[in-house]
């Protein structure tokens, strides 16, 4: 680097986001010898579990590979208590490492950006702050998350309705639920963790549903001593694992057993086996054709709803609560701590918003529908999230001769790698669009290890602009899109999956999301780091 560029930066690296990405970088970067500031704002670190806080949010990744790798005392001295930790524990994991790790210097909260430009001339990132301060870095990073950005509905009257309306993102704080009238809309992820729990103590609690979930068990159990001790005897096979499957998880992939080959006998004694285990591990441990053979799909996803109908007891309630239309894993499965025994509560209702009741409209008091008025104390907007794309999206981001990061992902939401974006010098994201749907600390140490060994390429060479190259662009969005169609996700727009982008109303359905299996992508990234990055130019000043 010149002594002229190095005098002209504030920061070498700037990244937005102090969840597990931002940590994972400060950690990373100061060991390449870097200075870098992570700005966030909101009012704490923790990404995600500083922003969820509502009843019964908690990750659906297992505690023990849930978390950063970097550091075998980290792992050593933490303790979790339960299988899948709340958003309480959570948070207070990413202080354990904010503190033990003595980042807290390099990160500034409650700092909204208001805008990151590439300042050709310097060869540098101009970031801006609501509050009117500037900053200058030579890399930008986006560490915002792939789930970061609450998609908003549009009902007719919103505004008019009196009581808290808010999206679930944005529990608020000290918000009293307990003897109220609650309704929620949507029934994903959120709703599942948080029916159970709310329901306990609400008067009544109405979910307004418009596509059925397959929805798999996640047996919460405590944390012994004995399974911690298994645990940590063992973390360097844990790592391993997560490393080479295709989910990122610290799973045993049941390698060439597929169901088409398997007698049906033997096939319902492996799903029962699978069933009361928990996790993901049911789809990943049990045959490896689920998500590219439709009959094997049908198998599964017929074994699932049998399941689930045993738990409900009114028929027609569970009838509304069976997914249809639309094969397993199309949209994310959730995992259930208790989701479907809430509808057999006296104050839990179902509303089918699809097809049987829409709603028309919001009162003062409520939620009207086609047939009747629901009153209501709080409304719960639980409809979920512009995956990949929606933070970068909401931030402008202004890349060569000004191009906006939003215009160029109008109708595609390309880049290399879900990394690099060509028009965007010296620019990277952490999990960006067409990177993998994966167990998201792995995926984020992976991307961290690959940006990192780029940027050291560059200060070794003496190096000034990463410029990713529009044909290599091309090449990996027509992977992406071609591994898409080979297996059964490509019939996720027909549910207007997050998955797809096709939950949102002004923008067209796109493959988001790299099917190839985590794994596979972690070596491409390790093969582009080993020859020196061919998806990119490096050059020096003008």
């Known amino acids: 680097m010149t002594e002229q560029v190095r005098k002209q930066a504030d920061f070498d690296v700037i990244a937005i986001g102090a969840g597990f990405a931002g940590l994972g970088l400060i950690h990373h970067i100061r060991e390449a010898g870097l200075s870098i500031r992570v700005f966030d704002k909101a009012s704490d670190i923790g990404g ?12 659906d990744s297992e505690c023990y590979y849930y978390c950063l790798t970097f550091s075998k005392e980290l792992l050593r001295d933490w303790s979790w208590s339960v299988r899948y930790p709340g958003w309480e524990e ?35 990132w101009v970031i801006r702050t609501e509050a009117g301060d500037q900053y200058t870095c030579r890399y930008f990073i986006s560490a915002m998350g792939m789930i970061s950005e609450p998609v908003m509905p549009d009902f007719k009257g919103m505004a008019d309705f009196k009581g808290p309306c808010f999206h679930s993102a944005r529990w608020p704080e000290g918000l009293h639920h307990a003897g109220k009238r609650i309704g929620i809309i949507g029934s994903g992820a959120t709703t599942v963790q948080m029916l159970p729990e709310v329901a306990k103590t609400a008067a009544q609690v109405t979910v307004f549903q418009r596509t059925a979930n397959f929805v798999m068990p996640a047996v ?58 928990g996790s993901f591990r049911f789809v990943f441990e049990t045959f490896d054709d689920l998500i590219v053979n439709a009959e094997s799909n049908r198998v599964v996803g017929d074994f699932i709803i049998s399941k689930m109908k045993e738990r409900v007891h009114d028929p027609e309630i569970a009838e509304i609560l069976t997914p249809k239309g639309y094969p397993f894993f199309a949209k994310r499965p959730p995992l259930d701590h208790g989701y479907f025994e809430a509808f057999n ?31 209501f104390d709080i409304i719960v907007l639980a409809t979920g999230f512009q995956a990949y794309t929606g933070a ?37 994201m952490i999990t960006g669009p067409q990177a993998p749907f994966a167990n998201l600390p792995t995926s984020i140490e992976q991307n961290i290890h690959y940006i990192v060994d780029c940027i050291k390429k560059m200060e070794v060479d003496a190096l000034d602009v990463c410029e990713p190259r529009q044909d290599a662009e091309a090449a990996w969005t027509a992977h992406t899109a071609e ?7 490509a019939q996720g727009d027909r549910v207007r999956s997050w998955m797809m982008g096709a939950n ?7 493959v988001l999301i790299y099917f190839g299996g985590a794994n596979a992508y972690y070596d491409k990234m390790r093969q582009s780091a080993d020859a020196g990055f061919p998806e990119v130019e490096f050059r020096h000043s003008a």
């Open 504 to 510: 949102l109303k002004d923008r067209k359905a796109r």
């Open 345 to 375: 509560r006296d104050n839990v209702r179902l509303v089918d918003i699809d097809e049987r009741e829409p709603i028309i409209e919001f009162t003062e008091t409520g939620i009207r529908t086609t047939k009747q008025h629901h009153e």
């Open 483 to 489: 591994i898409h169609q080979m297996t059964l996700m």
């Open 48 to 59: 995600t579990w500083t922003w969820n806080r509502y009843p019964g949010a908690a990750s």
């Open 90 to 124: 959570n948070l207070r994991y990413m202080h354990f490492v904010a503190d033990r790790c003595d980042m807290w210097p390099h990160i500034t909260l409650n700092t909204k950006i208001a805008s990151a430009t590439y300042q050709e001339q310097d060869n540098l």
């Open 392 to 428: 970068q999206e909401a931030l402008p981001i202004r890349g060569r001769n000004g191009l906006l990061l939003r215009d160029k992902w109008e109708d595609v939401s390309s880049s290399i790698l879900g990394v690099f974006v060509s028009g965007f010098p010296n620019m990277f």
């Open 220 to 277: 919460q159990k405590p944390m012994t001593p004995e399974w911690e001790e298994e645990i940590k005897a063992n973390y360097e096979q844990i790592i391993q694992k997560c490393r080479n499957h295709s989910f990122g998880m610290a799973f045993d992939s049941p390698v060439g057993r597929n169901l088409a080959n398997t007698p049906p006998e033997e096939v319902q004694r492996i799903l029962e086996e699978h069933w009361p285990r």
